[in-house]
């Protein structure tokens, strides 16, 4: 049986308001009160008062003051993650079959008409969420996409506008309108069709509570890629690993916030001791208020689970389905065949989760939670709905119509039945005679 190292004992109650009330209220105001209401709550929420529309010319130049060396990274992470995605959509064929002779029927992959994709803020620029979303719905064949982003907060507070750096990237990445709008109101207004883009058909991206909770509540009418709470990271190590790399993969995906669970699964307990150990001093690392996030985020949502062996680790590891699965063990093809539910998987201690996280080409929005037991991440498939056709000649009549007019009948949808018989009477005179009847 594992047994725990470390354990997890959570947060204390937030006092916070109730979230979903909030929400509720918010996106009515928004859809009766259209564009008003959406810049009335930028202007009280963000102090945001200029333009919610950006000028493409302002997002064409947004790169201007941008390093060489960052414009550089996120072009090649651009180049990673587009053809990842577009290597997906090829993976996607259109079918047809002749099930009987004269019955033909297939299947058809068709983009949406419009998305919305959403680019946090906040505490962190969140440049590359812009690429996972927007170039992944390009790569689709999505015909208009919309993204927004909150306006950043200059250091005495004023609102500035769109960070240069996630403007210039949601540009890059291939977005058609772009919104200065965050929060609640920045995803109506992408559903609700506001400020002259087109309603989106799925709404994507990552964001806070508010957010998270706004596309829940407008999930069917308007799709979603999920419900989406703290990220979180398992660890898989053996004996092998290095304590001191374990311990920095986990304090940096800890940096995301206090609320991150981050997760140790080993069967060698002196490597757990060991990154126990370590976990203050990497927290220490970390530049200013990220360390002492990371290291909140340990105390309180950390654990290490020491198994018996690798089998019970897998097992383990699949109990707790994270959304960011690290494997630093021998042996990677056992692990990669075994393991069974994760957002996106890591292996090797040379492919840390950041990677994932930045530029390597996978997406970065997983589920979180432990959806990854029935669901993935976004990916093509979001913005693509698999529709299905069929046609019926003569040839396949006799035996297609009489069959759906038993199931029919023995269901008491006799007029389900109808239609089908009045297939078979245009076969023969007989049974026109016997229909009309």
């Not at 493409?56 to 090649?76: H, I, M, N, R, T």
């Not at 001791?273 to 976990?279: E, F, G, I, P, S």
């Not at 949502?301 to 021998?330: F, K, W």
Request: aromatic fraction near 6%; include cysteine.
């Amino acid at each position: 049986m594992p047994r725990l190292i470390k354990s997890a004992p959570g947060l204390p109650p937030a006092a916070l308001a109730d979230v979903a009330d909030t929400v509720q209220v918010m996106l009515a105001r928004l859809k009766t009160g259209g564009e008003d209401t959406a810049r009335d709550y930028a202007q009280r929420l963000d102090g945001w008062t200029g333009e919610i529309v950006v000028p493409p010319e302002q997002a064409q130049k947004a790169g201007k003051d941008l390093s060489d060396a960052l414009k550089q990274a996120l072009d090649y992470a651009h180049d990673n993650i587009r053809r990842f995605a577009q290597a997906q959509r090829a993976s996607l064929r259109d079918i047809e079959i002749e099930l009987h002779p004269g019955l033909v029927a297939g299947q058809s992959s068709l983009p949406v008409g419009a998305a919305g994709c959403y680019v946090p803020g906040g505490r962190y620029a969140h440049i590359a969420s812009a690429l996972m979303t927007i170039a992944t719905a390009r790569a689709a064949g999505v015909p208009h996409i919309t993204a927004c982003a909150p306006p950043r907060r200059a250091p005495d507070g004023t609102a500035q506008g769109i960070d240069p750096a996630t403007l210039y990237t949601m540009h890059l990445a291939g977005a058609d309108t772009i919104l200065c709008l965050g929060g609640v109101q920045g995803i109506a207004a992408m559903s609700y069709g506001l400020f002259g883009a087109p309603p989106a058909d799925v709404l994507a991206g990552p964001g806070n509570a508010y957010v998270a909770e706004a596309k829940r509540q407008l999930f069917g009418p308007v799709g979603i890629d999920m419900f989406a709470g703290p990220t979180d990271v398992l660890i898989l190590a053996d004996a092998t690993a290095d304590p001191a790399l374990v311990a920095l993969d986990l304090a940096g995906q800890a940096e995301h916030g206090p609320t991150s669970p981050c997760w140790l699964i080993t069967d060698h307990e002196p490597l757990a001791r060991r990154v126990a150990d370590l976990m203050p001093e990497t927290c220490a690392r970390i530049d200013g208020e990220n360390g002492a996030t990371a290291r909140a985020a340990w105390d309180a949502m950390g654990e290490i689970i020491l198994c018996n062996s690798r089998e019970e680790m897998a097992a383990e590891s699949d109990r707790y389905a994270p959304e960011h699965l690290h494997v630093q063990c021998t042996d990677l093809p056992w692990w990669q065949a075994r393991l069974t539910a994760y957002g996106s998987l890591f292996l090797g201690a040379d492919t840390t989760v950041a990677f994932g996280d930045k530029a390597s080409g996978p997406n970065h929005v997983l589920p979180t939670g432990g959806a990854a037991r029935y669901t993935g991440g976004l990916s093509v498939h979001k913005f693509l709905k698999t529709v299905t056709w069929q046609r019926a000649t003569p040839e396949a009549l006799p035996a297609l119509a009489r069959a759906t007019s038993v199931i029919s009948r023995a269901e008491g949808m006799t007029g389900h039945a109808l239609t089908a018989e009045a297939r078979l009477a245009t076969l023969t005179p007989r049974a026109c005679v016997a229909n009309e009847s």
